[in-house]
Every structure is written in structure tokens, then in C-alpha cells.
T-cell receptor, first 109, second 113 residues
Framework: GEDVEQSLFLSVREGDSSVINCTYT??????LYWYKQEPGAGLQLLTY?????DMKQDQRLTVLLNKKDKHLSLRIADTQTGDSAIYFC?????????FGTGTRLTIIP | DGGITQSPKYLFRKEGQNVTLSCEQN?????MYWYRQDPGQGLRLIYY???????QKGDIAEGYSVSREKKESFPLTVTSAQKNPTAFYLC????????????FGPGTRLLVL
């Protein structure tokens, strides 16, 4: 079945850029998503990209998609303390959403 | 306010007891989903429903049951057959079948006494 992988942890200094990476295995993905989860809360949709796009930018967020390498990344510019959370990538294949394990982003003051 | 609500926020289960988690949405979404989240793991799909009075098993349906009698509601029952029920349960909804953008509720944490 589909497999989506992420690093478990990332630490970044406040004000720097954060880059969270994700790899997936199924080349027939239609949409790829990034969700944010704060402690004890549900998942908040951050952004998504259609599989025929290379890049999508939304304010401080930039999503890059390398379909050849099946690699997705989320860049957060000017990282703030409020960005501390777990970030999940997910992809949609054959009407099924598969989630990665999540990357816990820690901000260093 | 439009959105998805889950209740209760915390739920305690005794051995051999069935418990039911509530999920309600007023987004007029056709599809609803239940996921289980364990520490250090991604979300795993328990059940989903694309239309009223119809639902399908996800990847880890054993020990769980659902119903979809109304478009707005998709309750999940954790039965006594589920031997390791302690987890964070998340409900989501979308406009149509899986693959459409899913929106999540705040979650219910289930603990076993």
C-alpha cells in the first residue's frame, strides 16, 4: 500500500526558515496536503498542492513538489513561536488519504 | 459557526464496556471519517461514510462500529472487542469521497480505567 514518510523532529531558531520534508511512494497521487496539529487539538489544514504543480506559495508558506522523486516539502519563512506544532503531510490516492507520521517542529528562542 | 464538533473531549472506559464518541458537522459535507492517532504514528483510518446509510471499513476497523443515520452525524462506538482502545480519536468531513480536502474536529481522547 501507499507509504508516506517524514522525519519525527525538527528544531529551528526563531526568525529562521523551517523546511519539513515528506516522501511518498504512490505516483498516482492527485492532491498532497499539509496539516498542522497543536497539542491536544485536531488537525488544521494549512495548504495543499495539486499533483501537476511544482510549487505553491501562500504568505509565509511555500510548498515544493518533486513528482519525479516523490518528494514534498513545506517551507515556513520567518518561523515564530506560534509555529510550534506537529506537521503532517498526506496524499490522496484512489480516494484514500494516507498520512505521514508527523514532524514535531520546535522553535528555539 | 460552521464546523465539526466532537464530544466528549475526554472519555474513560472500563473493561468490557462499550463507549460511543460523537461527531457532528454543519458544513453540509457528504463524507465523514474516523481516524485513530497514537503517539509517534500518523492517523489511521477506522471507518468512513460517503453518504447517509452507507459506510465502509478503513484500515483498522476491528473492534469498532459506526452508523450514519443523518448527514450531520457519524458516531463511533468502541466495543469491548477493541483490546487497546487508548488513543486520540479524530473525526473529519469532506464535500464528497476521499481525496477531497478533509476538515477535522478537535478530537476525543479515550482512556481505559
Amino acid at each position: 500500500g501507499e507509504d508516506v514518510e517524514q522525519s519525527l523532529f525538527l528544531s529551528v531558531r526563531e526568525g529562521d526558515s523551517s523546511v519539513i520534508n515528506c516522501t511518498y511512494t504512490d505516483s498516482s497521487s492527485t492532491y498532497l496536503y499539509w496539516y498542522k496539529q497543536e497539542p491536544g487539538a485536531g488537525l488544521q489544514l494549512l495548504t495543499y498542492i495539486f499533483s501537476n504543480m511544482d510549487m505553491k506559495q501562500d504568505q509565509r508558506l511555500t510548498v515544493l513538489l518533486n513528482k519525479k522523486d516523490k518528494h514534498l516539502s513545506l517551507r515556513i519563512a520567518d518561523t515564530q513561536t506560534g509555529d510550534s506544532a506537529i506537521y503532517f503531510c498526506a496524499d490522496a490516492v484512489n480516494e484514500k488519504l494516507t498520512f505521514g507520521t508527523g514532524t514535531r517542529l520546535t522553535i528555539i528562542p | 459557526d460552521g464546523g465539526i464538533t466532537q464530544s466528549p473531549k475526554y472519555l474513560f472506559r472500563k473493561e468490557g464496556q462499550n463507549v460511543t464518541l460523537s461527531c457532528e458537522q454543519n458544513l453540509n459535507h457528504d463524507a465523514m471519517y474516523w481516524y485513530r492517532q497514537d503517539p509517534g504514528q500518523g492517523l489511521r483510518l477506522i471507518y468512513y461514510s460517503q453518504i447517509v446509510n452507507d459506510f465502509q471499513k478503513g484500515d483498522i476497523a476491528e473492534g469498532y462500529s459506526v452508523s450514519r443515520e443523518k448527514k450531520e452525524s457519524f458516531p463511533l462506538t468502541v466495543t469491548s472487542a477493541q483490546k487497546n482502545p487508548t488513543a486520540f480519536y479524530l473525526c473529519a468531513s469532506s464535500t464528497s469521497g476521499q481525496g477531497e480536502t478533509q476538515y477535522f474536529g478537535p478530537g476525543t481522547r479515550l482512556l481505559v480505567l
